[in-house]
């Protein structure tokens, strides 16, 4: 018998004893449960947060003052050093700006027209309870 001959004989047996194992002894559930919790105790793998530092006020200070000394050096360099010095920002600039609407022109932060002479006049709300 070659060895062509035993393969033939022998892997239909083979393939049914081990379908009787999975399937009747209850391997198949246990290597699905396994397999099941092994995938819930899974954690993603992530950075550690970084733990915000407190800072003195040391700290704090010395940052701004070499923040504001990058400026100044930058602004020397690109020659506007005190250009916009003394400048405010426009009424209706920044990220909040809409070009259309019935108080585009007008400034936010005006406090409008005082209307409490006129219910006054009316003599309050008093009548409308």
């Known amino acids: 018998m070659d060895k062509s001959e035993l393969k033939k004989i022998l892997k239909p047996l083979i393939k049914e004893c081990i379908k009787e194992v999975i399937f009747e002894d209850g391997v198949l559930s246990g290597l699905i449960t396994e397999v099941a919790q092994g995938l819930s105790n899974v954690q993603p793998v992530s950075t550690p947060a970084r733990k915000p530092q407190r800072s003195n006020g040391t700290a704090t200070i010395a940052a701004k003052k070499q923040l504001n000394e990058v400026k100044q050096q930058m602004q020397k360099a690109a020659g506007l050093s005190g250009a916009f010095e003394g400048t405010s920002p426009l009424p209706g600039g ?36």
């Open 94 to 129: 920044g990220a909040n700006n809409t070009q259309h609407g019935p108080l585009r022109n007008l400034n936010p932060g005006d406090a409008g027209v005082n209307i409490d002479g006129l219910i006054k006049m009316t003599g309050g709300w008093d009548h409308l309870k």
